[in-house]
C-alpha cells in the first residue's frame, strides 16, 4: 500500500522532472511539507461527465483522497462561497470559490518569485496555506505575511500552519490592498487573479522589488506577469508564459449580465477576422488588452457576443455567407478595439504572451507591448 511520505517523494520527483522544481531550496521546502496536511477538510472532485459540472466531496479515508492530495493538480476546496466537502453528501452544481492550487504551478511560481534570503514577502491569498508553509520553510515566519479574504478559509489555514509549526502573520482582509503595516516587502506573490494590478502592491514594494501575479480578464486568458517597481512609482515587466490560471479575486468578478441587449439594434458591417480567433489564449488575451470589460458569450447559431454590461455597449459576430459580420451597439465600439489591436497583433507575427512587456505607470495605466514586425 502507498504511503504519504512515498506519493510525497513520487510528487518532487514528477516535479523535479518537470522543471516546476529548479534550485535545492524549493526542494527541500517541497520535501519536508506534506500537503494532504492541508486538505484535510476534504476536497471536490468533478463529477465525470456532468453538465452542467457536478461536484462531489472527496474526503480522508475516501478512495481518491490521499492519491488526489499528490496529484499535480489544483483541487476545489470551497464551492458557492460557504460550502466546504464535509457540508455535502451526494453531488452540488455551484461555481467553486476556493481551491488549492497544483503543486507544479505553486512551485513553479516560488521559483520565478526569485527571493533570497532575508527577503521579506508579502502573500496575496492564502488559500489553504500549502504555499505559506513553503514560503515559511525557505524564509522563516517571521519573513512571511499572508492575507487572505475569507475568514473561515484564513482561520483554517492558520489552524494547520500552527499544527505544522508555521507561525507567519495573518491577515484576514481584502488582499488587493495588500498590508501597509508589514510594508515595504521584496516580493509580492498573488495565488489570485486580477484585472489590473493594484497600485497598493506597487506602493508597498521596495524600490528593485518584484510583483508576481496573474493578470486576467472577462474573456478568461490569464498569464502570470513579473514586474519590478522603481523609484518613481512605476513597475515593469513581462509575462512569463504557461497559460497560468488561478481564480479571480472576488473584487474583481464580472458583473451580472443581466437582461441581454436588443441584439437587432445598432449598425453592421463584415469584418475581416474570424470570430474564433477568440478561442485562440493568446489572441483573446490581445482581445481583453483591448476592451478589458467585455464578457463573452457562445449563443449558438445566432454567433458570439460580447457584453460591456457597465458601458452598456456590445458586439455580436455572425457567420454570413460571404464571411464574418459585426454588429455594434451602445456608446463604445467594442469589435472596433479589438479588431485594430488583433489585427496589429497579426502584422506583427503574433508574438506569443512571453514576448509582451508591460508598464504601469504611477496613475495605475496599464501599457501593453510586443515586438514589431521588422
Given at each position: 500500500m502507498v504511503n504519504e511520505q512515498d506519493l510525497r517523494r513520487q510528487l518532487l520527483v514528477y516535479l523535479t522532472a518537470g522543471r516546476s522544481v529548479r534550485s535545492p531550496q524549493w526542494r527541500q521546502a517541497v520535501a519536508v511539507t506534506g500537503r494532504h496536511e492541508f486538505l484535510r477538510g476534504g476536497f471536490f472532485r468533478q463529477v465525470p461527465g456532468s453538465a452542467p459540472t457536478a461536484w462531489e466531496p472527496v474526503m480522508p479515508g475516501d478512495e481518491g483522497w490521499l492519491s488526489g492530495c499528490y496529484s499535480d493538480v489544483s483541487v476545489v476546496t470551497q464551492v458557492a462561497g460557504t460550502i466546504v466537502p464535509g457540508d455535502i453528501h451526494g453531488r452540488i452544481l455551484r461555481q467553486p470559490t476556493s481551491s488549492s492550487t497544483a503543486p507544479g504551478l505553486v512551485v513553479r511560481m516560488l521559483e520565478d518569485l526569485e527571493v533570497q534570503d532575508g527577503m521579506r514577502v508579502l502573500e496575496i491569498g492564502t488559500g489553504t496555506g500549502y504555499c505559506t508553509a513553503l514560503l515559511c520553510h525557505r524564509l522563516g515566519d517571521d519573513l512571511v505575511t499572508s492575507v487572505e479574504i475569507d475568514p473561515v478559509v484564513a482561520a483554517g489555514a492558520a489552524t494547520t500552519l500552527a499544527t505544522l509549526g508555521h507561525a507567519p502573520e495573518m491577515i484576514t482582509g481584502d488582499g488587493l490592498a495588500g498590508h501597509k503595516d508589514g510594508a515595504p516587502y521584496d516580493r509580492i506573490i498573488a495565488t489570485c487573479g486580477v484585472l489590473t494590478v493594484p497600485e497598493q502592491w506597487i506602493a508597498q514594494t521596495r524600490p528593485g522589488g518584484q510583483i508576481?501575479?496573474?493578470?486576467?480578464?472577462?474573456?478568461?486568458?490569464?498569464?502570470?506577469?513579473?514586474?519590478?517597481?522603481?523609484?518613481?512609482?512605476?513597475?515593469?515587466?513581462?509575462?512569463?508564459?504557461?497559460?497560468v490560471s488561478f481564480m479571480i479575486a472576488r473584487p474583481h468578478q464580472p458583473p451580472p449580465l443581466g437582461t441581454l441587449p436588443d441584439l437587432d439594434a445598432g449598425s453592421a458591417r463584415d469584418t475581416t477576422i474570424d470570430a474564433g480567433i477568440l478561442d485562440d489564449w493568446?489572441?483573446?488575451?490581445?482581445?481583453?488588452?483591448?476592451?478589458p470589460a467585455a464578457q463573452r458569450l457562445h449563443l449558438g447559431d445566432r454567433g458570439q457576443l460580447l457584453v460591456d454590461t457597465d458601458a452598456g455597449s456590445w458586439a455580436l459576430l455572425q457567420p454570413g455567407p460571404h464571411g464574418w459580420r459585426v454588429r455594434q451597439g451602445g456608446p463604445e465600439r467594442l469589435w472596433d478595439a479589438i479588431e485594430d489591436h488583433l489585427q496589429r497583433w497579426r502584422h506583427d507575427g503574433s508574438p506569443a504572451l512571453d514576448q509582451f512587456r508591460i508598464t504601469i505607470t504611477p496613475d495605475g495605466r496599464h501599457a501593453y507591448t510586443w515586438p514589431h514586425a521588422r
Open positions: 508576481l501575479a496573474t493578470l486576467s480578464g472577462w474573456m478568461h486568458s490569464t498569464e502570470l506577469a513579473r514586474l519590478t517597481v522603481h523609484d518613481d512609482g512605476t513597475a515593469t515587466g513581462r509575462l512569463l508564459g504557461g497559460q493568446a489572441a483573446r488575451f490581445v482581445a481583453q488588452i483591448a476592451a
